[in-house]
């Protein structure tokens, strides 16, 4: 199972981390997903831990907690810190808008299921761990 994708090809928890590992044998994945406050489930984890979830301080060097955004803000304000230490893929692998590579940006459930669904180096018995993240989720 690739935790949160491949870390070391892309950035985690995108399609591009995902789908490397599909391509690299992995027989599934496991992602993080946060119910936003405009009811769209998205793809990240953040930092903190379970009694403060998805703190965006490491992660897109900006304060609060990807909880405060809507799905659109999160798409387009959010930019992920490239030289956080903690993401595997290294600074050359994470992209902002307007860099001709894999653009990196807060995806929703919904697309990236669509991505892995569709892509023809994904088989159709890949597996997908969710773990649920934010207030109320926890067992």
Same mark, same amino acid.
Not at 18 to 40: H, Q, S, W, Y
Not at 51 to 59: V, W
Not at 111 to 137: A, M, W
């Given at each position: 199972?690739?935790? $949160? &994708?491949?870390?070391? #090809?892309? =950035? ?18 496991? @992602? %993080? ?5 405009? &009811?769209? @489930?998205?793809?990240?984890?953040? #930092?903190? &831990? ?14 609060? #907690?990807? =909880? ?6 999160? $798409?387009?304000? =959010?930019? /992920? ?5 903690? /993401? ?12 001709? %590579? ?7 459930? *919904? ?5 892995? $669904?569709?892509?023809? *180096?994904?088989?159709?018995?890949? #597996?997908?761990?969710?773990? =649920? ?5 926890? @067992?």
């Amino acid at each position: 199972i690739g935790h $949160r &994708g491949s870390l070391y #090809s892309a =950035l985690e928890n995108t399609s591009k981390s995902f789908i490397d590992a599909a391509k690299a044998g992995a027989d599934g994945v496991e @992602l %993080d997903v946060f119910l936003l406050k405009c &009811g769209t @489930l998205v793809v990240f984890h953040g #930092s903190g &831990g379970d009694e403060e979830p998805g703190l965006l301080h490491q992660y897109c060097k900006v304060e609060g #907690s990807i =909880l405060d955004y809507t799905a659109a803000e999160a $798409r387009n304000l =959010l930019t /992920f810190n490239k030289n956080y230490a903690e /993401f595997g893929c290294g600074p050359d692998k994470i992209t902002h808008p307007g860099d001709q %590579d894999h653009y990196c940006y807060v995806e929703t459930l *919904e697309e990236v299921l669509k991505n892995l $669904r569709d892509h023809p *180096e994904v088989p159709s018995n890949f #597996s997908i761990k969710i773990e =649920l993240k934010g207030p109320g989720t926890a @067992l």
